[in-house]
């Protein structure tokens, strides 16, 4: 009865309120450019939100992420997955299916790491694991490596309190650096790593550098991301959906631009910036993408394909791997992945038939 209640206290919040509130801010700061681009006035912009917002009760930028704007596009609403649905969609994806080992497994990062080395695949090296509330003795990241390390917890997801450190064996200092772009030294960092250890479980490997052929493609000295999503019917496995995810800066602000690359070829398409002006596709040198692809490209996919094998229960998996110079490494696993970017690169993802027909 609590949750029945809280359900309807916030549906009638979200109808009278939120919901308004929300599409009028997002059509103001989205809608003048899509206008430009299209022709389609504010106003009619506007309705569009509301109805995807009242009727379907689904957040307002979504409207843009998916492109309901465009003719025709309203009717494939219900093909697309939304985030608040994103838990039951995994769910519904695996049923009958005995998974909830194999997804602890791919959950717990460094088990899973353990069991893919020894399967023969390159998996990126844990130099030191960090129970929760272990007392560090931080001289002890100071010997690990003279390159940078990098810190996450070991049933993280999405980078949430992933961090780098960058050491100085001789000077006997470090400095730590987020992935929202703050930065501490000296008795901060310090202070930083003990609040960080004692919530969590972490990680400890070193920080893997890009392929010198895909340096040009972000200004930071920081790793790009290659995601490849596998998912798995009648015993084949098979790629669904791939993307690098780069990390720049534009104007001292971090971002992540989502590059779409073809699961065949290892070509680059064009790039998918919802939320960024074509500024900062310029910055990154990306006009000539498409007659690009990407180094180790087969080795990638196949490090991927053999990595579901791995948890052969499991409907959907999506791989995060590193393109160095030596070739790809596997860095984790998600089997709760979100459908945003592949969705914006896709479409709607209840189309696909690897989707049980019963969903």
Same mark, same amino acid.
């Given at each position: #009865?609590?949750?029945l209640? #809280?359900?309807?206290?916030?549906?009638?919040?979200?109808?009278?309120?939120?919901?308004?509130?929300?599409?009028?801010?997002?059509? /103001?700061?989205?809608?003048?450019?899509?206008?430009?681009?299209t &022709?389609?006035?504010?106003? /009619?912009?506007?309705?569009g939100?509301?109805?995807?917002?009242?009727?379907y009760?689904? +957040? @307002?930028? $979504?409207?843009?992420?998916?492109?309901?704007?465009?003719?025709?596009r309203?009717?494939?609403?219900?093909?697309?997955?939304?985030?608040?649905?994103? +838990?039951?969609?995994?769910?519904?994806?695996?049923?009958?299916?005995?998974?909830?080992?194999?997804?602890?497994?791919?959950?717990?990062?460094?088990l899973?790491?353990?069991?893919?080395?020894?399967?023969?695949?390159?998996?990126?090296?844990?130099?030191?694991?960090?129970?929760?509330?272990?007392q560090?003795?931080?001289?002890?990241?100071?010997?690990?490596?003279?390159? +940078?390390l990098?810190?996450?917890? $070991?049933?993280?997801?999405? %980078?949430?309190?992933?961090?780098?450190?960058?050491?100085? %064996?001789?000077? %006997?200092?470090?400095?730590?650096?987020?992935?929202?772009?703050?930065?501490?030294?000296?008795?901060?960092?310090e202070?930083?790593?003990? /609040?960080?250890?004692?919530?969590?479980?972490?990680?400890?490997?070193?920080?893997?550098?890009?392929? +010198?052929? #895909?340096?040009?493609?972000?200004?930071?000295?920081?790793?790009?991301?290659l995601?490849?999503?596998?998912?798995?019917?009648? $015993?084949?496995?098979s790629?669904y959906?791939?993307?690098?995810?780069? @990390?720049?800066?534009?104007?001292?602000?971090?971002?992540?631009?989502?590059?779409?690359?073809?699961?065949?070829? %290892?070509?680059?398409?064009?790039?998918?910036?919802?939320?960024?002006?074509?500024?900062?596709?310029?910055?990154?040198?990306?006009?000539?993408?498409?007659?690009?692809?990407?180094?180790?490209?087969?080795?990638?996919?196949?490090?991927?394909?053999?990595?579901?094998?791995?948890?052969?229960?499991?409907?959907?998996?999506?791989?995060?791997?590193?393109?160095?110079?030596?070739?790809?490494?596997?860095?984790e &696993?998600?089997?709760?992945?979100?459908?945003v970017?592949?969705?914006?690169?896709? &479409?709607g993802?209840?189309?696909?038939?690897?989707?049980?027909?019963?969903?």
């Amino acid at each position: #009865m609590v949750r029945l209640f #809280m359900n309807v206290f916030y549906f009638v919040r979200w109808v009278s309120f939120s919901g308004w509130r929300r599409s009028f801010t997002i059509t /103001r700061f989205l809608g003048p450019q899509i206008q430009k681009e299209t &022709g389609l006035s504010i106003l /009619r912009q506007l309705v569009g939100v509301l109805y995807l917002v009242l009727y379907y009760s689904v +957040p @307002p930028i $979504n409207y843009y992420y998916f492109k309901f704007y465009l003719p025709g596009r309203r009717k494939q609403i219900l093909s697309y997955v939304y985030n608040l649905e994103l +838990p039951a969609f995994h769910v519904w994806c695996n049923q009958g299916r005995y998974v909830t080992d194999e997804v602890d497994l791919v959950s717990n990062k460094y088990l899973f790491a353990q069991k893919a080395f020894g399967a023969g695949l390159p998996v990126v090296e844990t130099l030191l694991y960090i129970h929760r509330g272990r007392q560090i003795n931080h001289q002890v990241l100071l010997n690990l490596s003279s390159q +940078p390390l990098f810190c996450k917890p $070991n049933r993280g997801s999405s %980078g949430n309190g992933a961090f780098c450190i960058n050491t100085d %064996g001789k000077l %006997g200092t470090f400095k730590v650096s987020t992935l929202a772009g703050e930065s501490f030294g000296g008795d901060a960092a310090e202070v930083f790593l003990t /609040r960080q250890f004692s919530r969590e479980d972490y990680l400890v490997e070193p920080f893997l550098n890009n392929h +010198p052929e #895909m340096a040009h493609l972000t200004n930071v000295l920081d790793t790009i991301v290659l995601r490849v999503i596998t998912v798995q019917t009648n $015993n084949d496995r098979s790629v669904y959906c791939c993307y690098l995810e780069i @990390p720049y800066q534009h104007e001292n602000t971090p971002f992540l631009g989502v590059c779409p690359v073809d699961e065949g070829t %290892g070509f680059l398409q064009p790039l998918v910036l919802p939320l960024v002006g074509k500024e900062s596709a310029v910055l990154l040198n990306l006009d000539s993408l498409t007659t690009w692809a990407l180094p180790y490209w087969q080795e990638s996919i196949q490090i991927a394909l053999s990595a579901h094998k791995l948890v052969a229960n499991l409907a959907s998996v999506a791989w995060d791997i590193v393109i160095s110079e030596s070739g790809p490494v596997l860095l984790e &696993g998600n089997t709760n992945w979100d459908v945003v970017t592949p969705q914006i690169i896709k &479409g709607g993802i209840l189309n696909e038939a690897w989707i049980p027909s019963q969903l």
